[in-house]
């Protein structure tokens, strides 16, 4: 796996908005909602996913159809994440890049799902797909006050200046 950071430590105190390789692993151990992108029938598709960390892995469920496709092509996927935190006004992004592969092991699977990945939709999800990250990237910026640009009264960006 590449650390495709090129500092270390906090951005705040660096002015250097790359977030370090082992914030981006915290930040995506904190989440559980993200975006795969794959590529199916040779153009880009993006579906929500929810997610677990598993192995250094990022493991989702799917069931057949064009996301389970476009993870079995043998092609390189990528997932992403992004949050704000109001309090401190910045926002976050992580992009981890990888190879996509149906998990088949038993004890794998029963070790994923000892970690909660339950599928949000319903019906079954019964195929279990990892992201072996190979590039992790990450930064962190601080938000421009709404005043800057037009925001929709409901934007969670507006409370923490509200």
């Excluded at 997610?51 to 996927?77: E, M, N, T």
Aim: charged fraction near 25%.
């Amino acid at each position: 796996m590449t650390d495709s950071t090129e500092t270390t430590g906090s951005p705040q105190h660096q002015g250097d908005p790359t977030l370090a390789f082992d914030d981006c692993w915290d930040l995506l151990a904190a989440a559980t909602i993200g975006r795969i992108g794959l590529v199916v029938d040779d153009h880009p598709e993006i579906f929500p996913v929810n997610y677990v960390l598993f192995q250094r892995h990022l493991v989702f469920r799917s069931s057949p159809g064009r996301k389970l496709w476009g993870a079995l092509a043998s092609r390189p996927g990528v997932l992403e994440i992004d949050g704000y935190d109001a309090p401190s006004g910045e926002a976050w992004s992580v992009v981890a890049r990888g190879e996509t592969e149906l998990m088949t092991d038993p004890d794998e699977i029963a070790q994923v799902n000892a970690l909660g990945l339950e599928p949000w939709q319903p019906g079954a999800k019964d195929n279990y797909i990892r992201l072996a990250p190979r590039a992790l990237t990450g930064r962190r910026f601080k938000v421009n006050a709404p005043h800057v640009w037009k925001t929709r009264t409901n934007d969670p960006r507006r409370a923490s200046f509200e």
